[in-house]
């Protein structure tokens, strides 16, 4: 793609996302039917608000249905690089999910672990390393943060510390999704060299780089992430079900059983263009 161009917003970037959606328009009519349930989900749970796990659960599930639209919207423009970045934050929901479920202190824990985020930066206000601006109201920078450590500590004292999120996936039952596909991801999370080399073009013979491979990705990569993602939706769900008892299991079983039609209908395809890309 040309530079001078606009780039994935430029008329020829968006007429060749359409190309590449048009191909795999059963996946994306499967993300709309996953989508749609999950919202079927959310509409007939009765939130408890006196109730904090109940409250996270469901808090978790919405975010997780957040993600997994935009990454719908992303693969349809071809935005593979960014859909790779929301569906490792899709697992990163899942593991919270089944930490909540689990452990019977999670709320806290949770609660705990923003307020230690609030609480440094509120310190870095107060001490000059983040400028505010001249006009702006100074709150009393160590009552805001007394506040605060009072969320830090259990009722007997004892302080809430919350694990790695590896700890928190192994925790969960989820260690192998830690090092498997959450660790992989994590190049596209943080541009990482293996992820940067999807915008250099080389030369195959001199490994010379020739210029810039920029625009939306073709091949294995939009049906492995988007497939991916809805997979891990799925997981969120009887999670979030077990949690809050809203007898979603006929929705289950009907977003497992879409799943393993497609993944069935393209494993094959994945993995010949993954050959074919190695």
């Given amino acids: 793609m040309p530079l001078e161009d606009d780039g994935f917003l430029s008329e020829e970037e968006q007429k060749h996302a359409a190309k590449e959606a048009a191909e795999y328009r059963q996946i994306f009519n499967y993300l709309k039917d996953v989508n749609a349930k999950a919202h079927q989900f959310l509409r007939e749970v009765r939130i408890i608000d ?23 919207i992303l693969a349809e423009r071809g935005f593979i690089s960014e859909c790779r970045v929301t569906c490792r934050n899709l697992f990163e929901v899942k593991f919270r999910l089944g930490f909540l ?86 190049e596209a999370t943080h541009s990482g060299a293996g992820e940067l080399e999807d915008y250099v ?24 992430t988007a497939l991916l993602a809805a997979s891990v939706l799925i997981d969120c769900l009887p999670i979030t079900d077990r949690i809050v008892g809203a007898q979603a299991s006929p929705i289950q079983r009907f977003l497992e059983q879409k799943e393993e039609e497609m993944l069935q209908r393209y494993h094959n395809l994945m993995m010949l263009d993954a050959r074919e890309s190695a």
Avoid: C
């Fill in 50 to 72: 006196d109730d904090g796990k109940h409250v996270f659960a469901l808090a978790f599930f919405a975010r997780a249905l957040s993600a997994f639209q935009a990454l719908k």
């Fill in 101 to 186: 479920e689990h452990k019977s202190d999670a709320v806290g824990l949770f609660i705990a672990e923003h307020a230690r985020f609030k609480i440094k930066r509120l310190r870095n206000m107060r001490d000059g390393k983040i400028k505010l601006g001249s006009d702006l109201e100074k709150p009393n920078w160590d009552a805001a943060i007394a506040k605060h450590e009072t969320l830090l500590r259990n009722t007997d004292g004892s302080e809430r510390t919350m694990p790695s999120i590896r700890t928190i996936a192994t925790d969960s039952g989820f260690e192998s999704d830690y090092l498997g596909y959450y660790t992989f991801l994590s």
């Fill in 201 to 224: 073009e080389f030369n195959d013979k001199t490994g010379e780089v020739t210029g810039f491979k920029y625009g939306p990705q073709t091949g294995f990569w939009l049906p492995w």
